[in-house]
């Protein structure tokens, strides 16, 4: 009877696990996040011969954090496959594979068998929104597998002293660290085990170093050193939006990232607390796992993590969680499985714990299968911003000049992979002078000099120009009243269901002012506000002088 219900128990975990995340995979089939299409564009100019740039025929721009997933990108955009699809498949394969990770960390060190180690693997599966985050078309699971490769041969290296785990740690981490180049924080806590052990490797100094120097700091010098000759600088654009900007030693968006993942992972941490307190162990692999996690959350404390979706940015930290918390863990399973008590008792309840400490969100997990036997498509027909920008872009796309018209823009992502336009993205993450430059004047007048044709922009729901966003134009009103706005139309606004609409302004003097107008009035406009509701340009100055 035993037998039967463990095998009961875990058929049951299993197939809970593939059809909820079967489920989220296809009520979001249709769902679109714009970050990911920066990156798209980017790996679209390059398989279409323009290089790494933002737009076609300029210089090149850095305006993403995923060179990897960049390059790795564009031989399949070349082939005519959609990006979204591969890099979700992709992202599917890295939880995977963080999973099988966990499980043989529990094998490792706890002895695990196979049935246990295949209950780590489901458990590992849907920790910390995983599910969700491979929809969203990013890097986040490919790169989390990467850094926990690049643990999991640091801890075979602290186990055992081999050099082929410290050559396989540096390729992990190289990886890792193309796909975002935080990854690189576990490199400098591992150096430093090695500088405080360095009893432990002492006659294998030679081959340690020579092995990260091969596999890891010779690539990434030979890669910083092409950065610096291919874009002027090491940094990418992101660190100076993100990073750079934000006010004071910690950011408030940052704080609230952190803040947000802990609550939504608060069983997992909560565990691996509990297992510290439990078990205390002085093992180097523990202390390098905590470390990297305390370094990893003080990181993005102090970034501005705009556009932090399912928590995103503070994900990667949630297998290392995991490691912390499988002295419980494992020994919970094994509990579990050496349980005497009859199965109607037996699987409920460890059903029931499992759900309650692996899962993110129990309960909306439940409603996402039920909605794939209902036939539900989440994001078909939301006019959330996001989903409605996407539409917007496929519209735009069937101008037959949309190349040849030059956007202004903040989200900049579906609309200019899409259309192939001339793109300044006002936020600055794929302009090198915006990203850069702080004097809201100089910002404006280079923005005017560009000659742009369309802008689209953002104001609140009460008809006022919005004071939030990144850089120093993301606050409009600073300026949305210089005069050169006057050589702009208001030729409608797209609205959406939250957040900011957007007021789109033509240039008066484009040479195809009434044909384009008449194409967004027709296409992309939901409403055409006669009088418009906000002044702009020198009628800015003058109601503002009127208050």
Known sequence: MTITANRTLVLLILVGVVFSWAGILTTHRSFIFDDSFITYRYAKNLANGYGITWNPGEDPVEGYTNFLLVVGLAPFIRAGLDP???????????????????????????????????????????????????????????????????????????????????????????????????????????????????????????????????????????????????????????????VANAEGLFSKMGINSVIGYLFESRHLVVVGLLSLLLFPCKHSSVVLCSLFCLCHLLFFAQTDTLMDIHSRFIYPVTPFFFFLALPVIARLMEQ????????????????????????????????????????????????????????????????????????????????????????????????????????????????????????????TKQHSWITYGHGPMGDVTRWSSDPRLDEYKYVGTITFERGYDYHLLLRKDYAEFDRLSSFLEQYIVDVVYDPFPMPFGTRARGAAGGL
């Open 84 to 242: 979204l699809v591969v890099t979700r498949i992709l992202s599917v394969m890295g939880a995977i594979g963080i999973a099988w990770l966990c499980a043989l960390f529990a094998a490792r060190y706890y002895d695990a068998k196979r049935t246990v180690m295949l209950l780590v693997f489901l458990a590992a599966l849907p920790a910390g929104k995983a599910f969700y985050l491979s929809t969203v078309g990013l890097e986040t699971l490919i790169f989390t597998f990467f850094l926990f490769l690049s643990f999991y041969h640091a801890t075979r290296f602290i186990d055992n002293a081999q050099i082929t785990s410290v050559a396989f740690f540096g390729l992990a981490q190289l990886c890792a660290f193309l796909l975002r180049p935080e990854g690189l924080i576990l490199a400098f806590l591992f150096c430093a085990y090695l500088l405080i052990h360095r009893q432990r490797i002492k006659g294998h100094v030679t081959k340690v170093a020579g092995a990260l120097l091969v596999f890891l700091f010779l690539p990434l010098i030979v890669y910083l050193t092409w950065k610096i000759f291919h874009f002027g600088a090491i940094l990418p654009n992101p660190f100076y939006v993100k």
């Open 336 to 459: 579990v499985f050496n349980s005497s008590a009859t199965w109607p008792i037996k699987i409920p309840v460890a059903f029931l714990v499992f759900m309650l400490v692996f899962v993110a969100d129990p309960k909306n997990t439940l409603w996402e299968i039920r909605d794939v036997f209902r036939g539900i498509d989440k994001f078909a027909e939301s006019q959330s911003l996001m989903q409605k920008e996407y539409r917007v872009a496929r519209r735009l796309a069937l101008y037959d000049n949309i190349r040849d018209v030059r956007i202004k823009i903040g989200d900049a992502g579906v609309i200019p992979y899409f259309t192939e336009a001339y793109v300044i993205d006002s936020v600055g993450l794929n302009d090198n002078f915006i990203a850069r430059e702080k004097d809201i004047g100089r910002l404006t007048d280079y923005l005017f000099s560009k000659r742009l044709d369309l802008l689209f922009m953002p104001a």
